[in-house]
């Protein structure tokens, strides 16, 4: 795969699924800015392709203004990743209303105002590449995670299909991975029980590495997914076959 001249927007690219799919389009000669609220150490800096803002993407107008602003810096936006995203473990009767709209504010709001911004730039050439990152939860339901984080991630898989419908007349490829039990940050926190219980029921064996997401993204962002939309991506290890 190569990306000689493109130009990638990841959101929560500092850490996890977001910062291998940086280190993967870097590798391949994409341009890349990252969006994150945080900033780490992690070997992407040292790349002169890299660019991290830091910016919350709840806060929406700053965030369109930021990304219009990348686009009248570099001339063009190639490829969009929604990876930034939040968990929680709550029980169902320990939802509050501020533990919903936390979720949903980042998991699925900012998800599609990032795409909406990103795609009056894509209409305009006819051309880019959106990948959504929704989760096994979002297709199963989940006793391990939150209900409200499920939903949200039920809400990523629609919404990528309604946006590749819009899309697609202008040619562009809306597609969306929904990884299984991951390591990183989020699953770090879970009580080995649970996560004994989940490697069992994945045929694999094992969680997923962030790296083997990433392939998955990288993928759906190449020309060799042209003719691919709308579509979700199961890269859970077998977990869930449909």
């Not at 990841?10 to 900033?39: M, P, Y």
């Not at 795609?119 to 006819?126: A, D, H, I, R």
């Not at 995670?145 to 309604?162: D, F, W």
């Not at 990884?179 to 879970?190: F, I, L, N, R």
């Amino acid at each position: 795969m190569d990306y000689t001249y493109s130009v990638a927007v990841i959101t929560g690219a500092e850490s996890g699924i977001g910062e291998q799919t940086a280190k993967k389009l870097l590798e391949n000669s994409c341009h890349v800015i990252g969006l994150d609220f945080s900033r780490t150490t992690n070997g992407n800096h040292k790349n002169p392709n890299y660019q991290l803002i830091q910016i919350d993407i709840t806060d929406l107008e700053k965030m369109q203004k930021t990304i219009d602003a990348v686009h009248r810096d570099w001339g063009r936006i190639d490829i969009l990743v929604n990876c930034a995203g939040v968990t929680s473990l709550q029980k169902v009767d320990d939802i509050k209303p501020a533990d919903w709209d936390r979720i949903m504010d980042i998991n699925l709001k900012a998800v599609f105002f990032c795409c909406q911004t990103v795609l009056k730039y894509m209409k305009v050439v006819k051309r880019g590449k959106i990948i959504n990152i929704s989760s096994n939860a979002g297709k199963e339901g989940g006793k391990a995670v939150g209900a409200h984080y499920s939903a949200s991630k039920a809400g990523v898989i629609s919404l990528t299909r309604s946006l590749a419908l819009d899309a697609a007349e202008y040619n562009i490829n809306i597609n969306c991975v929904a990884p299984g039990p991951t390591k990183t940050s989020m699953t770090q926190d879970w009580d080995e029980g649970t996560n004994k219980k989940l490697k069992e029921k994945i045929p694999l064996g094992r969680f997923a590495a962030p790296e083997e997401i990433a392939e998955a993204i990288a993928f759906l962002a190449s020309d060799s997914a042209d003719f691919i939309t709308g579509e979700t991506l199961n890269v859970n290890g077998g977990l869930l076959m449909d």
